[in-house]
């Protein structure tokens, strides 16, 4: 099984949809964060007025009770206020009479150590006749308080008469810090986030599809005409934006691969066409030949019908073995060799065994020292032997050979005393079945492979092959990598 298939089965084909809940996905995973911090931060603060609230309103006793009064029992927070050698409480409100403090109090007496302030938790007893799903309800729970004293010695006797509590009587004001109002706030603050939430991810999610579908649409023009990109047919270009954007930039980089491909594909072409014409006029000598001989035997030379036959089968193999080369140098990439191959003598011995029967022709050879470079010495005798057969067929009277050592390169250079080569055909002649001299029998000017055949083993070697400018004659001119001899490693 793929690994990749769970993943196809929930996420999205298209990336419209893909970037919409990624997009919506990254957003609700921050707008979860963002609420928990929110709903934390407004309870903390709701808490925070709940309980100044309650600081207020203890305060306010405390003042009323120090002047003797008896606070009202209307109050928007529960309160009780108790005192020392008293069964039922001072005074009381804000929702404290559903327990009945008449009765008796609610909140415990004040101790002997009184204290000016305290913040403490008091759970509050159940009152069986309130209804307990109230829920501003504080009965029955343990809820927050505050407290104040107030002492003996701070009241006139007049002042505790008026309160109704004895002259040495302590007082504890008792004020409950409503934990409702900040639930409240909460959660009407998480409502209107969750609200919000939903409504920002489902915008968040429509924004992302339609601008992912907005940028897409260059994408899909470009998908559009490259599918009617055929191979009979490779000129179509796709529009390049002028946004200056990453879609200009895969718009030129497919409009530079559809070039590549179509001068490629051009370039198959005129060779195909070339092949087929280099081969059909072999064939057409050999095959006219042999039908003449087959038409008068009795009057044809067989000795040089054989000949002619076998010189013509000569150029077919050659050539046959030629772009089997090329086919091979097309498909592999450029090596660096293991092996090591001495130039000099490589060149040496073609030197002496070179034939020069046809006409008198000088091949010398002016070496100084070794040169050695990594390759193959099958390939590097082939690009050799290309080199000086271009020579000999051009040639007046001499070929030279040179091969030196220039630090890092080994340069060798061909050159022949023939007419040359025109300025504005130095790279032409390495096209493939190219031929300057079509003026020429074909049976000496070659298959318009040699050097072809020969920049691509220089290129496959990591070196160059160029012709060099002379003032008399051709000299091409071969560059690669020195391989270091023993002495210098």
């Given amino acids: 099984?793929?690994?990749?298939?769970?993943?196809?089965?929930?996420?999205?084909?298209?990336?419209?949809?893909?970037?919409?809940?990624?997009?919506?996905?990254?957003?609700?995973?921050?707008?979860?964060?963002?609420g928990w911090w929110v709903h934390h931060d407004v309870y903390r603060q709701s808490t925070q007025i709940a309980e100044d609230q309650a600081k207020g309103q203890l305060w306010s006793l405390c003042d009323k009770l120090e002047q003797g009064v008896i606070p009202d029992s209307t109050s928007t927070v529960p309160y009780e206020v108790v005192a020392t050698d008293r069964r039922t409480a001072v005074a009381y409100g804000g929702g404290m009479d559903d327990f009945a403090p008449g009765t008796h109090h609610v909140m415990p007496a004040p101790p002997k150590a009184l204290r000016a302030e305290l913040i403490t938790t008091v759970r509050l007893p159940a009152n069986p006749d309130y209804d307990p799903s109230d829920k501003f309800s504080v009965a029955g729970g343990s809820n927050q308080v505050i407290t104040a004293d107030i002492r003996a010695d701070g009241l006139s006797n007049d002042k505790a008469a008026a309160l109704g509590v004895a002259a040495h009587a302590n007082l504890r004001v008792y004020v409950v810090v409503l934990p409702h109002t900040a639930e409240a706030i909460t959660e009407t603050t998480d409502r209107l986030l969750l609200r919000a939430g939903?409504?920002?991810?489902?915008?968040?999610?429509?924004?992302?599809?339609?601008?992912?579908?907005?940028?897409?649409?260059?994408?899909?023009?470009?998908?559009?005409?490259?599918?009617?990109?055929?191979?009979?047919?490779?000129?179509?270009?796709?529009?390049?934006?002028?946004?200056?954007?990453?879609?200009?930039?895969?718009a030129t980089t497919i409009n530079s691969t559809l070039q590549r491909l179509d001068d490629a594909a051009a370039q198959q072409r005129r060779f195909v066409a070339d092949a087929a014409h280099e081969l059909r006029s072999p064939l057409t000598t050999l095959l006219a030949s042999l039908e003449v001989a087959l038409a008068y035997p009795e009057r044809t030379d067989w000795p040089a019908a054989a000949t002619t036959a076998a010189r013509q089968t000569r150029r077919l193999h050659a050539l046959a073995e030629d772009l089997l080369l090329l086919a091979r140098l097309d498909t592999r990439t450029p090596v660096a060799g293991s092996e090591t191959v001495d130039l000099t003598a490589l060149a040496l011995r073609l030197t002496e065994q070179y034939p020069l029967t046809e006409r008198p022709l000088t091949l010398t050879c002016d070496s100084t020292a070794p040169?050695?470079?990594?390759?193959?010495?099958?390939?590097?005798?082939?690009?050799?032997?290309?080199?000086?057969?271009?020579?000999?067929?051009?040639?007046?009277?001499?070929?030279?050979?040179?091969?030196?050592?220039?630090?890092?390169?080994?340069?060798?250079?061909?050159?022949?005393?023939?007419?040359?080569?025109?300025?504005?055909?130095?790279?032409?002649?390495?096209?493939?079945?190219?031929?300057?001299?079509?003026?020429?029998?074909?049976?000496?000017?070659?298959?318009?492979?040699?050097?072809?055949?020969?920049?691509?083993?220089?290129?496959?070697?990591?070196?160059?092959?160029?012709?060099?400018?002379?003032?008399?004659?051709?000299?091409?001119?071969?560059?690669?990598?020195?391989?270091?001899?023993?002495?210098e490693k």
């Fill in 198 to 250: 939903l409504v920002g991810l489902v915008l968040i999610a429509a924004a992302a599809y339609f601008a992912v579908r907005i940028a897409l649409r260059p994408v899909e023009a470009i998908r559009v005409l490259t599918a009617s990109v055929t191979a009979s047919d490779p000129r179509e270009r796709v529009t390049v934006p002028a946004t200056g954007h990453e879609i200009t930039a895969l």
């Fill in 1 to 34: 099984m793929n690994a990749t298939e769970p993943r196809r089965r929930w996420w999205p084909r298209s990336v419209r949809a893909g970037a919409a809940l990624a997009a919506a996905s990254t957003a609700a995973v921050i707008l979860v964060g963002i």
């Fill in 371 to 487: 040169a050695h470079a990594h390759g193959n010495p099958d390939e590097y005798e082939r690009l050799l032997r290309n080199l000086i057969d271009n020579a000999a067929r051009h040639a007046a009277h001499r070929i030279q050979i040179t091969i030196r050592n220039q630090d890092a390169w080994v340069v060798l250079t061909v050159h022949d005393d023939g007419p040359g080569v025109p300025t504005e055909d130095a790279e032409r002649i390495f096209e493939r079945f190219v031929r300057l001299d079509d003026a020429r029998s074909r049976d000496h000017g070659g298959t318009g492979l040699g050097l072809a055949i020969a920049r691509d083993l220089a290129h496959r070697r990591r070196g160059t092959l160029t012709l060099t400018p002379r003032p008399l004659g051709a000299c091409f001119q071969l560059r690669l990598p020195r391989a270091p001899t023993t002495a």
